[in-house]
Structure formats: structure tokens, C-alpha cells
């Protein structure tokens, strides 16, 4: 029997050992610094805090904003947890928002539906977020933010390295951005995420209450904090090991080859799938980063799923809209069908396997697989 192609597994690179070795003998202790130079670098942004993980970067982003009980939060009801989670560890309240069909975005009628309905002193901030690495119209967000006066933060776990109007995302106007550098896993090799902004306010901020609201303070190259500091603010432990730093480095230096070879993979399957009775392939364009490489089944999608994993290959599905989940369902006593495009569009999404380290035969054996289902599915 072959060998199981997974989803997706991280893609070691060549100076990913390099890196973690540079820690490990101590030769190079500022991994974490140079992770966050060099992805202001790289975005062309002011300022970047790198943290533990994408979610602690979004949380980072909150309490920069200063978030307090009741504000209102705009977000699309497709999103990960992550999102209206760190929304309520704030006693705040996420408004959700339904998306469109073409690319499972945040729809911007029903956003500005959205923001009119709840306009208040408490409505603060739209979080957005990029499904699968193709970017929303951001410019629209934009001018939505400025008329009723809210923040954008942009979740950009799934799209970094994606461009808009020629600006890498990131630096395209967001108040705030936040990356992931494991959007996939839930337990990764590494862990690791980044918040960026052009505002000083903001980051200085950020940077306060990234390590336990420390003024003062100093480290040495062993990360020991000196015994003279000050307290002046309630934070948390939001930083990035350094092991996780050269690892998120090594990651970040092959990002453009990365992407490179993930649209090579998505042009293999919209060829080798093209026709094929029961799938739908997604709408290609130059812009797409393909994070995820997502099909519609038109029928039985569960059944089809299941199928390709008896033929060892293994699929996603991004997201589960969060009125079908019991606590958002029950906390906001939202109905199945309240988000009908979301509901949709989640009973027909599947996500093939699509990373740096699949190899040509590997995508291939999916095409195959995906075919031979299709031809015997009803």
C-alpha cells in the first residue's frame, strides 16, 4: 500500500538546521530580532513584534487597541476560532458577517449592513481575514473603516507573501496585521507568529505589554532579565522562543520559493482536475497564493471525503462556519441557517493537500485519487 499523503507537513529548509544550531551552541542568540527585522524588511512595514503564535498576535493587536466589556468587533462568521475567541477574553463582542460564494471572503454588502446596524461608541474595529491567500477588496474595507470610524485589523495567517494594489499584504493600510507562520496545525514543529503596523502608538503599545507590561528592562543573551525593571501595565508573556525564531526565520527566507512552488502545485491541479465531473477547481488569478488549494464537491461532500482518505489521501476543510459550533451557537442564539452562503458553501469545500514538500508524483496520486472518486461518486 502507498504511502499516505497528509495534508500538509512542514518543509524543513536548508538552513532551517543551520539556524536552530546557531541557538542550540549559542553562537547566535538574537534569532528573534533578526526574525523581526527581517520581516519589516520583507513586508516593508514600520514596526513588527514577532510572539508565540498567530493567535497571541492577535490578541497583542487587542490589547494595542485597548479592547474593553462591550465593544463590538466586526468579523466574518468563516474564520478561524482564534478570531472571535480573542475578541471574548476581552468581554467584547464579535458581530459576525456572512461571506460570498466566489472566494469565501467577507462580504462587503453585507459588512456595511453590518457596520450601519451597530454604529456606536462601542462599535471599534472589522477584523478581516484572507481565505486561502486570496485577498479581499481592501480597498472597499478601507473606505468602510474611515466612514464609520473603526480599525482594521487584518488576519493574515493565510496570506503571507500575498500582494494588493502592488503593496505586499501588510502594508497596504491595516491598522494592525497579524501572521501565523502555522496556519495549519494544531500541533506543529514550531510555533510562531508576527503583528505589524506603520502606527508608533500602536506598537510601542504592543511591545509594553508583549512581556508583562516590563518598562526598563534588559536581557542578555541568555534571555535573563536584569533584577531592575519596572511594572507598568498589566500584560502577558506574548514573545517568541528563539528556537522558534531561527525556525520561523529559515521559513520566512524561502517564502517567495514557497509560494512559487505552491502555485506550481494549484496549475497541476486545475489542469490534470479540469472536467471533472462533481468538482468545481477555484478561481485562479496571478494574486492567489494558493495557502490552501480549495475544490467544491457538488453533492455528498462527506462521502467523497471520505473515499479519497480509503485511498491514502488526506484533505481539509477550511472553515467550519461558527453558528454550526455549541458555543457560539448558543452564546449569540444564532439558527443553521442565519449564514445560508457560509452553510453552503461549508457543505461543499474541501481543501487538497498543498505544500512546498509535495512532490510531483505526490500530486499526481491526489489527481488520480480525486478522479477516480469523482468517476465513482453519486
Keep these: 500500500m502507498q504511502n499516505t499523503i497528509e ?32 520581516f519589516k524588511n520583507f513586508i516593508g512595514c514600520d ?17 494595542a487597541l485597548d479592547f474593553k466589556r ?73 473606505e468602510l473603516a474611515k466612514a464609520y470610524n473603526v480599525k482594521v485589523i487584518e488576519d493574515a495567517s493565510n496570506a503571507l507573501g500575498a500582494t494588493y494594489n502592488g503593496q505586499l499584504v501588510g502594508n497596504t493600510g491595516a491598522d494592525i496585521t497579524v501572521f501565523s507562520f502555522a496556519p495549519h496545525l494544531c500541533n506543529s514543529i514550531t510555533n510562531g507568529g508576527m503583528m505589524v503596523t506603520n502606527d508608533g502608538k500602536i506598537y510601542k503599545r504592543a511591545e509594553l505589554l508583549g512581556f508583562h507590561g516590563m518598562e526598563r528592562k534588559t536581557c542578555d543573551e541568555f534571555g535573563n532579565v536584569d533584577y531592575i525593571y519596572d511594572v507598568v501595565d498589566i500584560g502577558w508573556k506574548y514573545d517568541i522562543s528563539q528556537l522558534d525564531a531561527a525556525y520561523c526565520l529559515a521559513d520566512l527566507e524561502n517564502t517567495k520559493s514557497t509560494i512559487a512552488r505552491r ?16 468538482v468545481k477547481l477555484p478561481n485562479v488569478s ?13 453533492k455528498n461532500r462527506d462521502h467523497f471525503v471520505n473515499q479519497l482518505k480509503n485511498e491514502g489521501v488526506r484533505i481539509g476543510v477550511h472553515y467550519m462556519p461558527l453558528h454550526l459550533t455549541e458555543y457560539y451557537k448558543n452564546k449569540y442564539s444564532m439558527k443553521v441557517f442565519d449564514y445560508s452562503v457560509a452553510l453552503g458553501c461549508f457543505q461543499r469545500v474541501m481543501s487538497l493537500p498543498i505544500y512546498a514538500s509535495l512532490t510531483d508524483n505526490e500530486v499526481e496520486r491526489v489527481c488520480e485519487a480525486v478522479k477516480k472518486v469523482a468517476n465513482n461518486h453519486i
Design 286 to 298: 496571478e494574486e492567489h497564493t494558493f495557502s490552501q488549494y480549495i475544490v467544491e464537491i457538488d
Design 7 to 38: 495534508f500538509f507537513k512542514p518543509t524543513i529548509q536548508e538552513n532551517t538546521t543551520q539556524y536552530i544550531n546557531d541557538v542550540l551552541t549559542f553562537s547566535d542568540n538574537k534569532k528573534v530580532k533578526k526574525l523581526e527585522n527581517s
Design 70 to 142: 462591550g465593544d463590538k468587533v466586526i468579523c466574518s462568521i468563516n474564520v478561524f476560532p482564534s478570531v472571535p475567541e480573542s475578541v471574548r477574553h476581552f468581554d467584547a463582542e464579535p458581530i459576525f458577517v456572512d461571506i460570498e460564494s466566489k472566494n469565501y471572503n467577507i462580504d462587503l454588502g453585507k459588512l456595511e449592513q453590518a457596520l450601519e446596524k451597530n454604529q456606536s461608541k462601542k462599535l471599534k474595529a472589522i477584523i478581516v481575514n484572507h481565505m486561502a491567500g486570496k485577498v479581499c477588496d481592501m480597498d472597499k474595507v478601507y
Design 263 to 278: 502555485k506550481e502545485i494549484a496549475a497541476k491541479y486545475t489542469k490534470l482536475l479540469a472536467d471533472i465531473k462533481h
Design 47 to 63: 514596526y513588527a513584534i514577532a510572539t508565540n503564535s498567530g493567535t497571541s498576535a492577535l490578541h497583542l493587536a487587542m490589547c
